[in-house]
């Protein structure tokens, strides 16, 4: 369980798709009591960590990855030096500033538009599946690419976000451009109360 507030970046440095998905990626997020077996969300995609080394000031991790996790994500668009979001599992008596996230995507949006105002930027995405836009709240929850931001618009055929100056410099938004690909998971509660 996450809380969607990115606490590093890391970028790939090795994709291998195949027998034994896996990714490397190289970061300078503290990984030190994070042990084998522990969740990283990586864009917001929940992974285990198989392996992990420290070089220099810099942690190498190896995540696997499933059939499913192709399927549903971004994941499949990655290569090496693909900038990713980092943010290790939540602790007990831990501080939600965001708002409870999982790490089960459920789609991939698509970058429509980017509008700069004079101290934020308007980013608007599909929806991954229009069948699902009934998950989709003005002022609610959404997590984009692993951060928990808050839906500003809610358009026919796309959503937007604000995004303030901070979390464009500390998140891979600063990397993000039009028709890019994010991945999207759905406030729970609104999954929930939506269960048939």
């Not at 980017?114 to 836009?133: D, G, T």
Request: net charge positive; charged share 20%.
């Amino acid at each position: 369980m996450f809380n969607g507030i990115v606490q590093s970046r890391g970028k790939v440095f090795k994709i291998h798709f195949g027998k034994d998905n896996f990714v490397d990626i190289k970061t300078k997020l503290d990984l030190h009591s994070t042990g084998i077996g522990s969740s990283l969300s990586c864009n917001g995609i929940c992974l285990t960590i198989i392996n992990k080394k420290k070089i220099n000031k810099e942690y190498m991790v190896r995540l696997n990855f499933s059939e499913e996790t192709i399927n549903k994500s971004n994941i499949k668009y990655w290569k090496k030096n693909t900038l990713i979001n980092l943010e290790k599992s939540m602790i007990l008596n831990q501080e939600i500033s965001g708002h409870f996230v999982y790490g089960h995507i459920d789609g991939v949006s698509i970058v429509k538009k980017i509008n700069k105002l004079p101290n934020s930027w308007y980013f608007y995405f599909s929806y991954p599946n229009l069948n699902e836009k009934k998950f989709f709240v003005q002022k609610g929850s959404i997590t984009i690419n692993g951060i928990s931001l808050t839906i500003a618009k809610i358009l026919k055929n796309s959503f937007s976000v604000n995004i303030i100056p901070h979390t464009l410099e500390v998140t891979n938004f600063s990397d993000i451009f039009i028709n890019d690909k994010v991945n999207i998971e759905y406030d729970m509660m609104a999954r929930y109360i939506f269960k048939k």
